[in-house]
């Protein structure tokens, strides 16, 4: 859970870097960083939060250059400490390189143990550095041959972002898990994790880096390299479900039509008895648009978000934890007072905010509250860069539907099924045909366990914590 920005020949390289990242604030809240090159030395800033509060004019100031990579970090793999905050800046025989990465490398521990155990020095916990000192162990006389040879060696999801004084280079796992595009401003060239940076930069989308191609760009050209074997593409399609930006396009599609299509489907697939649809905002709200054109039951916002609140990572103590999901989600009395209401939200992981959200809307006079959720019940832990909990937290993995409806307190709870995400994700004029090579084309292990580069054992039945440690 990353996001990543690249600019290469623009007089403004940081102040557009620092505009793509503020974009993409949405993928790491945690820490951001711009590193650039005047083209004989790299500049690098990275601070603890969020963009809009750690760059200003003075920061950005001592940034110069006509290139730039930034990075904004939600930690899946490593701490959340500012020795972890990306673009990473380093020196070895070859100069100065910076870089930047979205997903998560499964054979990391192993691969750091082993260069540990030759000498190697870390200086931070996260994954990442292993492809940096993988890449300063080769002979190789050029950079992309050099960044090749690593990246053979590491296993799992890289979207990467590289800049050294006088290239940027850009790469995408062979299975293309985590998102990476290639968009042009003028004269000069981007890259970024979602297209909706470019929206606000105005630069023009030219298309998707490949899974497994790796981009050069440079005073001579930008130039497109296929280094690996081929494997079969596995887009995360939890950045359909969830994790994007609804305004991106994303594997050639829209995401916010993704996320209408799949609420048409789930209003088809489950049905309920109400007299409002209310979305949880805001990723469940073109999920909640679909349900509600699809079933002509009209939409009302029965639940209003604050955005001036950040994520809560720390919830005090039990007294006044319940406190945490009113301070981001406040029921609508009037929407909800004596209403029978489908609630439409895009995941369920732990169940500990729905049956908050279900206890709130009651409160506020709700006559029923059916929950239906625009994805299939999350039953396996990510290990590709989303965050999502351990298997032992994900309810859905050792509880019955009926126990986890009884547990959130709801009337009834349906969930999509598989077939119907991924038929949402695909073309809506494309046929069965298109329907299966587009599922064969996406990871969904967190839904079905199916891991398509295997990385660590999931926990079995018998140690799955019980219900009643979730209701505590
Ligand atoms: Fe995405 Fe789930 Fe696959 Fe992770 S396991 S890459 S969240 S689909």
Redesign the pocket.
């Known amino acids: 859970m990353c996001g990543l920005f690249g600019i290469y020949g623009h007089d403004e390289a940081a102040n557009l870097a620092y505009l793509g990242l503020h974009a993409l604030q949405h993928r790491g809240q945690e820490s951001a960083g711009i590193t650039t090159s005047d083209g004989g030395r790299l500049h690098r800033h990275v601070a603890m939060g969020l963009v809009s509060e750690r760059f200003s004019k003075e920061t950005l100031s001592g940034l110069p250059g006509r290139a730039a990579i930034g990075h904004v970090r939600y930690s899946t793999s490593g701490s959340s400490e500012l020795r972890n905050a990306q673009p990473f800046v380093f020196e070895y025989a070859h100069g100065g390189l910076a870089i930047a990465h979205n997903g998560n490398i499964v054979n990391a521990a192993e691969i750091r143990s082993r260069l540990e155990r030759q000498g190697s020095i870390f200086q931070t916990s996260s994954d990442t550095e292993v492809i940096v000192h993988l890449l300063a162990q080769q002979r190789e006389p050029d950079l992309l041959d050099r960044l090749t040879a690593a990246l053979r060696q590491v296993q799992g999801?890289y979207s990467l972002l590289l800049l050294s004084e006088g290239k940027l280079i850009a790469a995408r796992d062979p299975h293309g898990?985590?998102p990476l595009v290639l968009g042009r401003l003028r004269d000069s060239y981007v890259f970024a994790s979602e297209t909706c940076c470019f929206d606000l930069i105005e630069a023009e989308f030219i298309r998707e880096i490949d899974p497994g191609e790796v981009v050069v760009a440079d005073r001579v050209a930008v130039r497109s390299f296929r280094p690996f074997e081929p494997a079969p593409p596995?887009f995360?399609?939890?950045?359909h479900v969830y994790?994007a930006r609804p305004d991106s396009f994303l594997n050639g599609r829209s995401v916010y039509r993704a996320r209408e299509r799949m609420g048409r489907r789930l209003a088809v697939e489950h049905p309920a008895p109400a007299d409002v649809v209310v979305p949880v905002p805001d990723s469940g709200v073109p999920a909640a648009i679909g349900y509600s054109r699809e079933s002509g039951i009209p939409l009302e916002m029965g639940l209003i978000r604050s955005h001036y609140v950040g994520r809560t990572f720390i919830e005090p103590q039990d007294s006044i934890r319940h406190f945490g999901v009113r301070l981001k989600l406040s029921p609508v009395r009037s929407v909800v007072d004596g209403k029978r209401l489908v609630v439409i939200d895009d995941s369920l992981v732990r169940g500990t905010t729905s049956r908050k959200i279900v206890t709130m809307l009651r409160g506020a006079g709700a006559a029923e509250v059916h929950l239906r959720i625009s994805a299939p019940p999350t039953t396996?832990?990510?290990?590709?860069?989303?965050d999502?909990p351990t298997r032992e937290e994900l309810i859905a993995s050792s509880h019955t539907g009926d126990e986890i409806r009884s547990y959130i307190g709801c009337d009834s709870l349906a969930y999509l099924s598989h077939e119907g995400m991924v038929g949402a994700t695909s073309s809506p004029s494309g046929g069965a045909a298109e329907a299966d090579r587009d599922a064969a084309g996406?990871?969904?292990?967190?839904?079905t366990g199916a891991?398509?580069v295997p990385a660590g054992q999931p926990a079995e039945a018998s140690s799955l914590v019980p219900l009643r440690r979730l209701r505590q």
């Open positions: 999801a898990f985590r596995r995360c399609i939890f950045e994790f396996h832990p990510c290990y590709y860069g989303i999502t996406y990871c969904s292990a967190c839904f891991y398509p």
